[in-house]
């Protein structure tokens, strides 16, 4: 599976526009989370809604996993939203 994330700062947090090739489309936006806490809510969210294991993560047009593991990447994952 492919999963591409569009993240973009707004004035009170960040908003992901989120698509899969199975056709999932979805937009998490966030406005009450402390700025140091985003990246890991967000992640936790794209987490609870969306099966990644092993599937192609794209992060604002560059490949961030080939195979994404939660065990192995949820760190990583959500340093690539925070950097976002």
């Known amino acids: 599976m492919k999963i591409t994330l569009n993240i973009e700062r707004t004035d009170r947090g960040v908003r992901v526009h989120l698509s899969a090739d199975d056709g999932y489309k979805d937009v998490i936006e966030t406005t009450l989370v402390p700025r140091e806490r985003i990246g890991r809510f967000v992640a936790d969210l794209i987490l609870d809604r969306v099966y990644l294991r092993g599937a192609q993560v794209t992060i604002n047009g560059a ?3 080939e195979a994404f593991d939660a ?12 950097a976002a």
């Open 63 to 65: 490949a961030a996993f």
């Open 71 to 82: 065990d192995g990447d949820f760190d990583a994952f959500v340093q690539f939203i925070d």
